[in-house]
């Protein structure tokens, strides 16, 4: 029998789950911003619905793992008693513009470095700089006075998490209720659509992405309840983890790569192996130094935004949300106008244009 120490399973757990990831996601072609112009432009929302049940089922699992004690949400830093408001909202809105710019997100450049873009590998590189330089470089001077010093403090309600606060505002154990509600309504919305619950393949997708970020909380918390080293408690984000990752290619420090590095890392391979299967595989690359400009641009806004907001497309929609962290809707309304408003001046010719209804959007 192969013991493995817990600070060595760590990423080999994260590996597994990115790989299941990045081929479910990869094979569905499961894209935010996708999902959003589609939404916008096309009047289909299969996309977002897909998008929103794997927030729905990662809801849904995290809180079930919780109640039973095989994951502890509130250890991560989603759920801290301070609310860095300026950060979800400014950071959202910047992490949204550069999606727009890009034609993706963090995740989604994984996703399309495993089927041979460059541009991808470019915006990936910036991504995780641009993160590092926010986090512990000089942007973070900036981030300090403008983030974390306007922090609203849920200390009275001993976290940020929805549950927690509707449970102090009435003084009854309202989190399960909390989840509850929002999961109905969620689902409610997403299975509305007559059309959409047809899709079997979009339904299967939103599922198991859900239930990879479910894991992950799993795993953190199983690897630090057994591992004499400190261990983060997270289950999935694309801007931080891509910092880290280049850390781990580029210098040695001793110290293994923790989850969110391996999770990266599977779901590269996991992509590669979605695109062989698929057979689509080709390299791309910019086709002139404006797209370069533009894709350097957009992943310098999400790795910033990204650190501002504290996640992504995934980690504060999908992670974030699973947890019930007030945060989770903030940044991700945010993102989508900032999206919106970056989607409107490239396709559009016009910001302004974001403040107009579309007539493409379907009335379901």
Same mark, same amino acid.
């Given at each position: 029998m192969i013991v493995f120490e817990p600070v060595v399973l760590l990423p080999l757990l994260g590996v597994l789950a990115g790989c299941f990831l990045g081929f479910v996601a990869r094979a569905t072609h499961f894209c935010t911003l996708s999902a959003l112009e589609r939404h916008w432009y096309a009047g289909d929302s299969s996309g977002l619905r897909t998008w929103v049940l794997a927030a729905v089922s990662a809801l849904i699992g995290t809180q079930v793992l919780v109640a039973?004690?095989? !994951?502890?949400?509130?250890?991560? /830093?989603?759920?801290?008693?301070? /609310?860095?408001?300026?950060?979800? $909202? &400014?950071?959202?809105?910047? /992490?949204? $513009?550069?999606?727009a710019l890009v034609g993706t997100c963090g995740f989604g450049a994984v996703l399309r470095l495993g089927g041979g873009s460059l541009r991808a590998l470019v915006?990936?590189?910036? $991504?995780?700089?641009?993160?590092l330089a926010a986090q512990r470089g000089i942007v973070g001077i900036l981030r300090v006075p403008l983030v974390d010093d306007l922090a609203v403090s849920f200390a009275g309600s001993g976290s940020q998490s929805m549950g927690d606060i509707a449970s102090s505002l009435f003084g009854?154990?309202?989190?399960?209720?909390?989840?509850?509600?929002? !999961? $109905?309504?969620?689902l409610a919305w997403i299975f509305r659509s007559a059309g959409y619950r047809s899709q079997l393949t979009r339904i299967g997708a939103g599922i198991l992405i859900g239930s990879v970020i479910t894991f992950g909380w799993w795993a953190t918390t199983f690897v630090a309840a057994h591992s004499f080293e400190p261990v983060q408690i997270e289950a999935g984000s694309f801007v931080v983890p891509v910092g880290d990752t280049i850390m781990q290619l580029i210098t040695y420090t001793g110290t293994w790569p923790d989850y969110g590095v391996g999770l990266i890392a599977g779901t590269l391979l996991g992509a590669v192996a979605a695109?062989?299967?698929?057979?689509? &595989?080709?390299?791309?690359?910019?086709?002139?130094?404006?797209?370069?400009?533009?894709?350097?641009?957009?992943?310098?806004?999400?790795?910033i935004g990204g650190v501002f907001s504290m996640g992504c497309t995934v980690g504060q929609g999908i992670t974030g949300f699973s947890t019930l962290a007030i945060s989770a809707p903030i940044v991700m309304l945010s993102m989508a106008f900032g999206a919106r408003v970056g989607l409107a001046w490239l396709l559009e010719g016009s910001v302004l244009a974001a403040f107009r209804r579309s007539d493409g959007v379907a009335a379901e």
């Open positions: 039973i004690g095989l !994951a502890d949400t509130h250890a991560s /830093f989603y759920l801290e008693s301070a /609310f860095p408001w300026t950060g979800a $909202i &400014i950071g959202g809105f910047m /992490f949204g $513009i550069g999606m915006v990936l590189t910036v $991504i995780g700089l641009s993160a009854l154990d309202l989190a399960g209720v909390a989840a509850g509600l929002i !999961a $109905i309504a969620g695109a062989l299967w698929n057979r689509d &595989i080709r390299w791309e690359a910019c086709d002139d130094a404006r797209e370069l400009g533009r894709h350097i641009l957009g992943g310098m806004l999400m790795g």
